[in-house]
């Protein structure tokens, strides 16, 4: 499934971000998402911006950077 420059892989129900189309400056984390590869965002290289959906129960954004609800940073400087 694609949506919005975003491959995402699903299984047993969950969304994983699979692949991230090169020249995608803002990043929008569905409130579906359940993974995220901070190694595929790094990989593209040209993400600025990281917005997380409201009700999304696995990450949120601080500094512009992309942190897991434990506080482990996935993408960002």
Do not use: H, Q, R
């Amino acid at each position: 499934m694609k949506i919005n420059g975003i491959s995402y892989w699903v299984k047993n129900e969950k969304y994983e971000m699979l692949n991230i189309d090169d020249g995608l400056k803002t990043l929008c984390i569905p409130a579906f998402m359940d993974k995220v590869n901070g190694e595929v965002i790094g990989l593209c290289g040209s993400v600025k911006k990281f917005i997380v959906e409201d009700g999304n129960p696995n990450y949120y954004v601080k500094n512009n950077c992309l942190l897991s609800k434990g506080g482990e940073l996935v993408a960002g400087a």
